[in-house]
T-cell receptor, first 118, second 114 residues
Framework: AQTVTQSQPEMSVQEAETVTLSCTYDTSENNYYLFWYKQPPSRQMILVIRQEAYKQQNATENRFSVNFQKAAKSFSLKISDSQLGDTAMYFCAFMNPISSGSARQLTFGSGTQLTVLP | KAGVTQTPRYLIKTRGQQVTLSCSPISGHRSVSWYQQTPGQGLQFLFEYFSETQRNKGNFPGRFSGRQFSNSRSEMNVSTLELGDSALYLC?????????????FGEGSRLTVL
């Protein structure tokens, strides 16, 4: 079974600064998906960024980027130019390889509560 | 395009009762999955449905069940409620394509068991 570990329960960052959230995972699979989801106080889970394990290039979405280290099974999220609206719980998640008949199931880490300070 | 819609948003039940939660996926999405979120256990997978068939199930007792209709809408049912069932229940939908594993989540149904 896959496990996802987020070792930072809480973090804070000053507005406009950069912060990195850590995530490690354990799997015997070679191809899989990794995600960072954000859950603001309004509760709706929103996808921040995704990474396919077969891609060596790190994913980037505007101010959000990842550092994917496959051999180390590490998947950290970097948020640049932090904004007050980035305040949320951030979850790292793993999904098994997808085939035409496979279930879509996410294994989540325990989350990191990020607070952006004005 | 409308997002994932969950009803009701909030509900209060007492021990021993049963509850049914509803989820309408994004139009065109045929996969619907359910997750339970609690402060102690975090986010845990309940089950996933695709084309009215349960494809996968998490480690929850048989009191937790679900179904999916031909229009892809899904319901989950919890019978004989226990205090520990108090949680935020999240529904997520996904396309059946192979090019993405992204799940789109609803706002959740907050269940309180007294």
């Amino acid at each position: 079974a896959q496990t996802v570990t987020q070792s930072q329960p809480e973090m804070s960052v000053q507005e406009a600064e950069t912060v990195t959230l850590s995530c490690t995972y354990d799997t015997s699979e070679n191809n899989y998906y990794l995600f960072w989801y954000k859950q603001p106080p309004s509760r709706q889970m929103i996808l921040v960024i995704r990474q396919e394990a077969y891609k060596q290039q790190n994913a980037t979405e505007n101010r959000f980027s990842v550092n994917f280290q496959k051999a180390a099974k590490s998947f950290s999220l970097k948020i640049s130019d932090s904004q007050l609206g980035d305040t949320a719980m951030y979850f790292c998640a793993f999904m098994n390889p997808i085939s035409s008949g496979s279930a879509r199931q996410l294994t989540f880490g325990s989350g990191t509560q990020l607070t952006v300070l004005p | 395009k409308a997002g994932v819609t969950q009803t009701p948003r909030y509900l209060i039940k007492t021990r021993g009762q049963q509850v049914t939660l509803s989820c309408s996926p994004i139009s065109g999405h045929r996969s619907v999955s359910w997750y339970q979120q609690t402060p102690g256990q975090g986010l845990q997978f309940l089950f996933e449905y695709f084309s009215e068939t349960q494809r996968n199930k998490g480690n929850f007792p048989g009191r937790f069940s679900g179904r999916q209709f031909s229009n892809s809408r899904s319901e989950m049912n919890v019978s004989t409620l226990e205090l520990g069932d108090s949680a935020l229940y999240l529904c997520a939908s996904s396309s059946s394509g192979l090019n993405t594993g992204e799940l789109f989540f609803g706002e959740g149904s907050r269940l309180t068991v007294l």
